[in-house]
């Protein structure tokens, strides 16, 4: 969730930034005029600059605990890792991790093989997010694994700032024992969450339906405040990382591009 941005709020100017979603009026896009990147695969063999920004020296708001700082995304042998650490930075008592892309995507097959770790009171997620700050509506697809309990992972997505299409859904052996594959299908008229290749959601509600193409987003946070939602923050006493083995997107009809993908055995009519 992306209250400022995912699970997110914009610095400071959140409330304003909020009224100027709920405003916006976005006209409709059809499958025609969905403007996307092109289809990628990312293997984190190396760090692509061109591809993703890292997230340095703010955060989302005053329900985050944490500054990110780039200090904490780290690549190691195709494996990328986020992470959250006791460390004050500017007015926090922690560090987190944050990237997404420069590029913004459409319809298409999103997935992500990922590990998290555990803990009270933090966010682990992989979705796409767009919002006013680039002049556009809040729309957003999640998958975030509330560490306070990595059996599951909840789906959901925003439409115009608005939460949409939550659920809990389990994660067979945990987000937390090893890696595993979420992906979502977006399509004009349908959008469906994947969970290691077993369909968890689905929506075809067009009220419900995201209309604007989005950056990818990985990221790792804090909070003491959303409670309810996250759990009781404890300090966690020691380094907190989640890890990235692998992220794909491909535009709906192209080819799949590994083995695995969901792209090569989900199409638009199944």
Same mark, same amino acid.
């Given at each position: 969730?992306?209250?400022?941005?995912?699970?997110?709020?914009?610095?400071?100017?959140?409330?304003?930034?909020?009224?100027?979603?709920?405003?916006?009026?976005?006209?409709?896009?059809?499958?025609?005029?969905?403007?996307?990147?092109?289809?990628?695969?990312?293997?984190?063999?190396?760090?692509?600059?061109?591809?993703?920004?890292?997230?340095?020296?703010?955060?989302?708001?005053?329900?985050?605990?944490?500054?990110?700082?780039?200090?904490?995304?780290?690549?190691?042998?195709?494996?990328?890792?986020?992470?959250?650490?006791?460390? &004050?930075?500017?007015?926090?008592?922690?560090?987190?991790?944050? /990237? @997404?892309? =420069?590029?913004?995507? #459409?319809?298409? !097959?999103?997935?992500?093989?990922?590990?998290?770790?555990?803990?009270?009171?933090?966010?682990?997620?992989?979705?796409?997010?767009?919002?006013?700050?680039?002049?556009?509506?809040?729309?957003?697809?999640?998958?975030?694994?509330?560490? &306070?309990?990595?059996?599951?992972?909840?789906?959901?997505?925003? /439409? @115009?700032? =608005?939460?949409?299409? #939550?659920?809990? !859904?389990?994660?067979?052996?945990?987000?937390?024992?090893?890696?595993?594959?979420?992906?979502?299908?977006?399509?004009?008229?349908?959008?469906?969450?994947?969970?290691?290749?077993?369909?968890?959601?689905?929506?075809?509600?067009?009220?419900?339906?995201?209309?604007?193409?989005?950056?990818?987003?990985?990221?790792?946070?804090?909070?003491?405040?959303?409670?309810?939602?996250?759990?009781?923050?404890?300090?966690?006493?020691?380094?907190?990382?989640?890890?990235?083995?692998?992220?794909?997107?491909?535009?709906?009809?192209?080819?799949?591009?590994?083995?695995?993908?969901?792209?090569?055995?989900?199409?638009?009519?199944?």
């Amino acid at each position: 969730m992306r209250l400022n941005g995912p699970g997110s709020f914009w610095p400071s100017l959140a409330g304003v930034l909020f009224a100027v979603a709920a405003a916006f009026v976005a006209a409709p896009v059809h499958a025609q005029d969905m403007q996307s990147a092109p289809s990628f695969v990312d293997n984190f063999s190396s760090f692509d600059r061109s591809r993703w920004y890292v997230s340095d020296g703010w955060s989302n708001g005053n329900h985050q605990n944490c500054i990110w700082s780039k200090d904490l995304v780290r690549l190691s042998d195709g494996v990328l890792s986020l992470s959250f650490e006791k460390r &004050k930075l500017k007015d926090r008592e922690f560090a987190c991790a944050e /990237i @997404q892309t =420069k590029q913004r995507f #459409g319809y298409g !097959v999103y997935e992500a093989r990922m590990k998290t770790d555990t803990g009270s009171g933090l966010n682990a997620a992989f979705f796409t997010y767009i919002g006013p700050q680039d002049k556009k509506p809040w729309d957003e697809i999640d998958f975030e694994v509330l560490t &306070k309990d990595p059996s599951k992972v909840q789906v959901n997505s925003y /439409i @115009q700032g =608005k939460a949409k299409n #939550g659920k809990l !859904v389990d994660v067979d052996g945990g987000a937390d024992k090893g890696f595993n594959d979420y992906g979502f299908v977006w399509e004009k008229d349908r959008l469906r969450w994947y969970v290691n290749g077993k369909l968890v959601n689905e929506v075809t509600n067009p009220d419900e339906l995201p209309t604007n193409p989005q950056k990818i987003f990985f990221s790792l946070w804090g909070s003491d405040k959303l409670t309810n939602w996250m759990g009781a923050f404890a300090d966690p006493g020691r380094k907190v990382t989640m890890q990235v083995k692998r992220i794909a997107f491909t535009a709906l009809g192209q080819p799949c591009q590994f083995p695995e993908s969901l792209a090569c055995t989900i199409t638009n009519s199944n």
